[in-house]
């Protein structure tokens, strides 16, 4: 693992772990709230794409769930509201 390792990831299970956390109405509930740690994380990695829930890149990522997917093999999981 790591940047000079292959990692792989397993799309179904991260793109359940996104949903599961919202409701019927889009609605995130209260007990699901965003914390942002730094565990030592190393913050120079570089993004690789954006993508929406089947994988496709785009440019218009608004009001949708999509996934910047990293050189390091971290997946951050982002809705752009407006």
Do not use: H
């Not at 109405?25 to 829930?53: F, R």
């Amino acid at each position: 693992p790591g940047s000079f390792g292959n990692m792989t990831i397993d799309a179904n299970i991260e793109i359940w772990q996104f949903v599961s956390r919202y409701d019927i109405n889009g609605l995130i509930g209260c007990i699901t709230t965003s914390i942002n740690e730094n565990n030592g994380q190393n913050d120079n990695k570089q993004l690789i794409k954006i993508v929406d829930l089947l994988g496709r890149e785009s440019k218009d990522f608004k009001n949708q769930p999509v996934f910047y997917i990293y050189d390091d093999g971290t997946v951050d999981k982002k809705i752009i509201i407006e």
